[in-house]
């Protein structure tokens, strides 16, 4: 039996925070929907990294930067709306996400950001 902390299909982030911690949801095999509030700023390295049932992510506008690999390896991960103020998106964001459709305007990233969507 997995732990209650792997066994959740939906988590709501609390409003106040800032910040989605490193590897803070790595390998939550059983999540399929996030929902990120208005006022988080940054995804850090590996967030989500291999949340195979993760199908919908919603994102704030509030959000800056998404990093290496945050959405990495999630499988089911279909669709994902990036916000119109995100600066930057790290190398191998969404590496893996196979099914992925997404819409964003690039004028406001910096960097090279073409590595962070790879259809591996």
């Known amino acids: 039996m997995l732990p209650e902390r792997f066994d959740k299909i939906d988590i709501a982030i ?5 910040i989605v ?56 991960f279909e669709y994902i709306n990036l916000p119109v103020g995100l600066q930057q998106i790290e190398a191998y964001a969404f590496m893996g ?7 964003y305007n690039t004028e406001n990233l910096r960097g090279n950001w073409s590595q962070c969507i790879c259809r591996m």
Do not use: Q, W
């Open 21 to 76: 911690g490193h590897r803070l949801f790595k390998l939550f095999k059983t999540l399929e929907e996030i929902n990120i509030p208005e006022g988080v700023e940054v995804i850090e390295e590996e967030a989500f990294f291999g949340c195979e049932a993760l199908k919908k992510v919603i994102l704030p506008n509030t959000l800056h930067r998404i990093g290496k690999g945050a959405f990495a390896v999630c499988d089911s």
């Open 14 to 18: 609390p409003k106040g925070v800032r």
């Open 97 to 103: 996400c196979k099914k992925t459709k997404m819409h």
